[in-house]
């Protein structure tokens, strides 16, 4: 009866260098979503997948930016040449098609 | 572009008392309007939500007063307790299609006994 979980739960970069974020969504659930949450801030939108298909990724802040979920399950939400800005918690979100989201517990994020 | 705008940032009220958290949105197309409970080191949870074609939703302590004309909706917390000492989200999305949830700048809430 597990929830959506993400890992690592912290993760410590040094700026130029790539990470690669993983969200577990519940089991069953054709919709996730990634979203970023500043320090002090609410969570804003990333990207969102139907299954495997990404259908929106109008929230990637730039091209250093990418996600995946290739068997429709489990998602990676990869930063490549991380920049100091990218410093935030990010969030994994899964829900059954237009119902309640669950939120994971985040990855915090931290580039030195 | 904040399409939802959150106030206060940070309310301190005693046991008992009355919380209350203001927001306004400016996409007059958002249909749902929830509000999410984020505690430290939590993802956030989805607490109350309303529609706009009703006033005022009511769950237990929790009551969403929604006036859609001036684009605005509150939550209040009645008898508040420390237990509810979390960060408070509001929201907005479509209620059609995938609902990406647009958020508030958050409201955090200390209740002291």
């Known amino acids: 009866g597990a929830g959506v979980s993400q890992s690592p739960r912290y993760k410590v970069a040094k700026r130029g260098q790539d990470v690669a974020l993983r969200c577990d969504p519940i089991?069953?659930?054709?919709?996730l979503f990634w979203y970023q949450q500043a320090l002090g801030q609410g969570p804003e939108f990333l990207t969102y997948?139907?299954?495997?298909?990404?259908?929106?990724k109008s929230g990637l802040p730039s091209d250093r930016f990418f996600a995946e979920r290739p068997e429709g399950s489990v998602s990676t939400l990869k930063i490549q040449r991380t920049q100091q800005e990218d410093s935030a918690v990010y969030l994994c979100?899964?829900?059954?098609?237009?119902?309640?989201?669950?939120f994971g517990p985040g990855t915090r994020l931290t580039v030195l | 572009q904040q399409q939802v705008k959150q106030s206060p940032q940070s309310l301190i009220v005693q046991k008992g008392g009355i919380s209350i958290i203001n927001c306004a949105y400016e996409n007059t197309a958002f249909d749902y309007f929830p509000w999410y409970q984020q505690f430290p080191g939590k993802g956030p949870a989805l607490l109350i939500a309303i529609r706009p074609d009703v006033s005022e939703k009511k769950e237990g302590r929790f009551t969403i007063s929604f006036n859609k004309s001036a684009k605005q909706f509150s939550l209040h917390i009645m008898d508040s307790q420390p237990g509810d000492s979390a960060t408070y989200f509001c929201?907005?999305?479509?209620?059609?299609?995938?609902?990406?949830?647009?958020f508030g700048t958050g409201t955090k809430l200390q209740v002291i006994p």
């Open positions: 997948f139907q299954n495997e298909a990404q259908l929106d």
């Open positions: 929201a907005a999305t479509l209620s059609g299609g995938y609902q990406k949830v647009t």
């Open positions: 089991s069953g659930h054709v919709s």
């Open positions: 979100a899964s829900s059954q098609k237009g119902r309640e989201q669950f």
